[in-house]
């Protein structure tokens, strides 16, 4: 074995510094992000690795970002993934576990050269990315799905009382299971549509937990726990979309410890109309197609908080 790196951890992607922008002191060696184990004795992984290289061949393994690891190892707040060098030089690793995306830059002075490394980030585009569908109202207060008619459904659960506690099992913290959730018929419907939202979380306002389409006509109930995949086959046909987390089907309430009750939309509209999409979109895309096509609506609320530190 050339190089080791400590057990219980596996390697995701590994790129090499070799665009023309990267510092000097990093150009030839390889960047590997390492998912790890935290459970482990000594925590491994949960970090960015460099490969250092001399003449062709890598000759030492070392951490190069790292933090990922809390509480002294016994958790994590990121899982690294995904890794690219960007024009600029840059690093940029996903982070599945929230759904983001981390840009590693050098400041001061560039190695080589005693200048100083310009390296602004693409930030417009980045900002709009990351802005997309925030700071908005909720779904069922959007112009999109505006109705002519008035008409309000009626949208129960048998879990779930309006603007009641919302049972532990349908938490991320728990089972994190979908609530069964029923309707009202409407006249003239061709499909329903699920959006569930929180407009209490921070950053993202509101945050989306469900996006469900295509329902049939014939069908006025959804049981406990759907399947959280982009085709259903029970009910046939619904298809499912992106959360806020990036996840497709339902994710279950998840406020920070302490805060105060998060409220849960659990918004349904009646369309005229099956939804042209594909299985995976998020629900920017749903109303979208559903815009001028809604004849009804209507939402069930409930509400979730987290007053005890769930065990590690």
Known sequence: MTL??????????????????????????????????????????????????????????????????????????????????????????????????????????????????????PAEAMKKQTSKGVGLPLAIERPMTNTARGTAIKLSSATIRPNAAIPTKHSDYADGVSPPLAWSSVNGAKSYAIIAEDPDAKPITPFVHWVAWNIPAEITKLPEGVQEQPRLTDPEGVLQGATSRGSVGYFGPRPPVGDKPHRYHFQILALDKMLDIPPGADREQVLAAADGHVIAKGELVGTYAQMVKPPK
């Open 4 to 121: 080791g790196y400590t057990a219980h951890a596996a390697p995701m992607q590994m790129v090499f510094a070799s665009r023309a922008a990267v510092p000097a002191e990093y150009k030839g060696d390889a960047f590997v992000t390492m998912r790890g184990s935290w459970n482990r004795q000594q925590p491994s992984g949960y970090e960015i690795a460099r490969i250092r290289f001399e003449n062709g061949q890598p000759k030492t393994i070392e951490p190069f970002v790292t933090g990922f690891l809390t509480d002294g190892g016994k958790s994590h707040i990121a899982r690294p993934v995904g890794l690219a060098v960007a024009k600029d030089g840059s690093l940029l690793m996903a982070d599945d576990a929230n759904g983001v995306i981390y840009r590693i830059a050098q400041s001061g002075p560039s190695a080589g050269n005693g200048t100083t490394a310009a390296m602004s980030p």
